[in-house]
């Protein structure tokens, strides 16, 4: 008895198992979606009231962080790549619909890593006024400017707000992070790429749309001992670089959601 | 093409017969930008924002209107006045809103079409993103250009233009930009006396002549070579860095952030210069006189990178007598054009 019901139970999940694999049809198709959660260590975010403490020991607190997120990959197990081209988004922490990525048409598969840009590719950033709409268009920015007019370029990464231990009169830091290898001249090139393996994989099918959430860990940032006394204003690409290669590994998969609907 | 072309002139002379009532002299069909014989191509891509008569006038609207400024009060035109090169008279540095006064001296607005970057260090590569920065900067317009599109689309008088130029009523980034760009690509200048001795259409004095040929056996034309007096490059002539008190100007530096462009600044153009003073990028010469005397007396400081062709002597610069220089500067006026600065066209 025992046996036959063991012969039952693996004959089943053979079954099963079978029709997972073959319960992928590549002609179906469904979103994924990028969830971004800003923390601060395991802390969550609070804008402006908040204060947080960096490796340093430093005290600070978060008025704005903004970045660009592009050149999106998702990778299949079997190495085949899907790339979002031309497709760009502006996260902020001040705009909670921005904090969700979502990447539609995606064909049925198992996704085992995802990757993207911090920031805006040189390609589009020499391109033509025609081709910076949405989030590129420099007119969409108000007094939360993610464009530099006197040196042609987007601000990829943009993090301020106050520090008891900054040493200028207002009390705050600033973090202006830009630079795409420049056009007239050969510049330095702040744009990172992030790679990031999904350890429960992001599983499409025609009735899951995998939602795979990031944790971004603004604490980051401040790694390697950028201290706010030393550098409470960061706009010049060159200084930028430190900033750059610490916030690339801000991002961290945490959990991927594959969830039937 | 010139079939076509053809066709197109019969076409508009017949349209010209038929609106020959309202207009008793028909104007002469507009040519709104022409390459001159003797330039180069261009540098923009003028496929890209083909030049509209409609899109001329709305640019044109757009360059004389105050409400580029936070407070209705700075247009573009306050500190580019046709009458001296759309150069900012009268000013060293360029004041804008609230008084407040830039670093910089404002450049001749000319041949722009073949200019590869924008400013004295080049920050900008595209005449079309170029407009951002005046208007952004704080102690310019300090204005945000999507108020300023909004306030375009308010008034009642842009959005029936902008549907003339592009079609629909709808104001947007790149329609604003590329207007401003289309008026700017036609302040071509290439009818100056000197184009016209190159032409062999008018004849050059003596000192003229003479101060052409020094020009260019002097080195100047290295830097600022004939047809448009500048190679676009960037470079040092030597300027003492301590012109401010509390400012120094680091040039290309600034954008590149390389050690060699320390103190480097944009070869400008010597178009109409008779009428662009002050001179140079912070306006620190108020006469010709003034400048050739930097090149030729010995007062070029020993920046780290000033160009090698001021180190041959033992006196640093370029050697020149008062003759020479007076020729030099002879010559220099023979590049004023004055139907670029008077036409009517650009005025609004």
């Not at chain 2, 407070?71 to 004041?95: K, L, M, R, V």
Request: glycine share 6%; aromatic share 12%; charged share 25%.
């Amino acid at each position: 008895m025992k046996k036959i019901a063991l012969a039952l139970a693996l004959g089943i999940s053979v079954f099963f198992a079978a029709c997972e694999t073959s319960d992928i049809n590549p002609n179906d198709k469904n979103s994924v979606s990028l969830h971004f959660e800003h923390l601060v260590g395991t802390e969550a975010f609070m804008l402006n009231t908040k204060t947080f403490t960096n490796a340093s020991g430093e005290d600070f607190t978060i008025s704005t962080f903004n970045y660009f997120v592009s050149n999106i990959i998702l990778k299949k197990s079997d190495g085949t790549e899907l790339k979002f081209a031309d497709k760009y988004f502006l996260v902020k922490e001040s705009l909670a619909e921005s904090k969700v990525i979502t990447l539609t048409d995606v064909p049925a598969g198992d996704y085992t890593s995802v990757s993207f840009m911090v920031g805006v590719d040189s390609a589009k950033s020499v391109s033509d006024v025609a081709q910076r709409t949405g989030v590129l268009d420099p007119a969409s920015y108000g007094t939360d400017n993610m464009y530099w007019s006197w040196n042609s370029g987007y601000i990829f990464f943009k993090m301020e707000g106050k520090s008891t231990k900054s040493t200028n009169a207002a009390k705050d830091y600033k973090f202006h992070i830009g630079g795409f290898g420049g056009m007239s001249a050969k510049t330095v090139n702040n744009l990172r790429t992030v790679t990031l393996s999904m350890a429960d994989l992001a599983k499409v099918r025609k009735n899951i749309a995998p939602e795979v959430h990031l944790t971004v860990d603004a604490r980051k940032v401040f790694k390697t001992s950028l201290k706010i006394a030393e550098s409470n204003t960061i706009m010049s690409p060159t200084l930028g670089v430190a900033v750059a290669n610490n916030y690339k590994d801000m991002f961290a998969v945490e959990h991927v959601h594959n969830d039937e609907m | 093409m010139k079939k076509k072309l053809g066709i197109l002139l019969v076409l508009t002379l017949i349209l010209w017969g038929c609106s020959k009532e309202k207009t008793t002299e028909p104007d002469a069909p507009m040519v709104l930008f022409e390459v001159p014989s003797t330039f180069p191509n261009t540098s923009y891509k003028m496929e890209s924002n083909p030049i509209t008569e409609d899109g001329f006038l709305l640019g044109k609207k757009i360059f004389f209107d105050g409400k580029l400024s936070r407070d209705g009060t700075i247009s573009c035109a306050e500190c580019h006045n046709q009458a001296y090169a759309f150069t900012h008279h009268g000013h060293a540095q360029s004041h804008g809103i609230d008084g407040q006064v830039g670093p910089r001296n404002g450049p001749a607005l000319q041949n722009l079409a073949w200019q590869k970057t924008f400013f004295w260090d080049g920050g900008v590569f595209d005449l079309d993103l170029f407009s951002i920065a005046p208007i952004e900067n704080p102690v310019e317009m300090d204005e945000k250009i999507g108020n300023v599109l909004e306030k375009l689309r308010n008034d009642q008088s842009y959005p029936p233009i902008f549907k003339k130029a592009f079609g629909t009523e709808e104001v947007t980034t790149e329609r604003f930009l590329k207007s401003l760009s289309q008026f700017m690509l036609t302040l071509v200048s290439a009818n100056s006396k000197y184009d016209q001795y190159k032409t062999g259409k008018a004849n050059f004095s003596n000192d003229e002549k003479v101060g052409l040929t020094l020009f260019n056996e002097k080195g100047c034309g290295s830097c600022h070579p004939e047809p448009l007096f500048t190679d676009e490059s960037f470079k040092s002539n030597g300027l003492p860095t301590d012109f401010f008190r509390n400012f120094v100007d680091f040039g290309r530096f600034r954008i590149t952030e390389l050690s060699d462009d320390k103190y480097k600044f944009k070869v400008p153009s010597l178009r109409n210069i008779e009428y662009t003073f002050p001179y140079m990028h912070d306006g620190r010469f108020s006469s010709l006189e003034d400048v050739l005397d930097h090149y030729a007396d010995g007062g070029m400081a020993d920046l780290e990178n000033l160009d090698p062709i001021f180190k041959k002597n033992t006196k640093r610069g370029i050697a020149l007598t008062s003759k020479e220089k007076s020729q030099i500067i002879a010559f220099l006026k023979t590049l004023t054009d004055e139907e670029f600065l008077k036409n009517k066209r650009f005025a609004p």
